[in-house]
């Protein structure tokens, strides 16, 4: 008897994938139609914003894809989707479907430019609170109307006057809007005329030129045989004269002397060796 060679079912495994593809293909079937629809409307007409708007709402899955890639950051995710969505609305507004580009291609750079250029030029490098940076936001814009109409900057007094709150939150806010850009440690401190704060810290460790010195003397000792390597720590490590250390050693002064003589004259030409 043949077996059966009907096709089997399609696995478990495949079957989610379906419902997936099918909503893609058909978010990109409604963005032609609402394309070929807003082709033939006039800017500026309530039809034409309607289905601006459609536009925008049924490619919002594009935006937050795009937005995922950008968790790693730490910024509100419902911040970096509304940057995406100026992004989306640009790609909109600049599409045109006859040049036969689907719009996910053309779009999603849009929307990635978006979101990287919010990140270059608005995340702080050092988080503040939400207060405090909307806050800050109030004392910039307070500080550019200020000096437009004073023609010189204002004081800290009169941004304080001009929002109704204390200075000390001026301050607060100022020093808060300092950590959208990061200033490099070695970099000279303004109007002040001192070195860099990196040259201000710490101190220099007089004995880190001994570290290298060291550790040739160590390399080099090894060289020597074992009672000259001891006679050497016992008189310049132990502080041990010649005559003390001929008694621990049980020879005569005379033969200490020549034997350090020796190992001077051995590690001299190690050195040069090595150097």
Not at 174 to 202: K, M, W
Request: charged letters at 25%; hydrophobic letters at 40%.
């Amino acid at each position: 008897m043949l077996a059966s060679t009907a096709p089997q079912a399609p696995t478990s495994e495949a079957a989610p994938a379906a419902p997936q593809r099918s909503r893609g293909a058909d978010t990109r079937a409604l963005t032609q139609v609402l394309f070929a629809q807003l082709k033939e409307l006039q800017p500026g007409t309530p039809e034409h914003d309607r289905v601006r708007g459609a536009l925008i709402e049924a490619n919002l899955p594009l935006v937050r894809y795009a937005a995922a890639r950008f968790r790693s950051r730490n910024e509100p995710m419902e911040d970096v989707v509304q940057v995406g969505t100026i992004g989306l609305i640009n790609a909109i507004d600049r599409f045109d479907p006859d040049r036969g580009v689907q719009f996910p291609t053309f779009a999603m750079p849009t929307v990635v430019g978006e979101i990287k250029r919010y990140f270059r030029d608005n995340v702080r490098t050092v988080h503040v609170p939400r207060r405090l940076h909307e806050l800050w936001v109030q004392v910039n814009s307070a500080t550019e109307d200020l000096t437009t109409a004073f023609g010189r900057s204002p004081t800290t007094a009169e941004i304080a006057e001009r929002l109704r709150i204390g200075e000390d939150e001026v301050l607060s806010c100022i020093e808060a809007g300092r950590s959208y850009h990061a200033t490099s440690l070695e970099a000279a401190q303004e109007g002040d005329g001192l070195p860099g704060l990196l040259d201000r810290l710490g101190y220099e460790d007089p004995a880190l030129d001994g570290v290298e010195h060291r550790d040739l003397v160590r390399h080099l000792l090894v060289q020597l045989p074992e009672r000259e390597q001891r006679i050497l720590l016992l008189r310049y490590y132990s502080n041990l004269t010649q005559s003390q250390i001929s008694a621990e050693l049980g020879v005569s002064q005379m033969h200490v002397s020549r034997l350090l003589a020796r190992s001077f004259q051995r590690l001299r030409s190690a050195n040069r060796i090595d150097a």
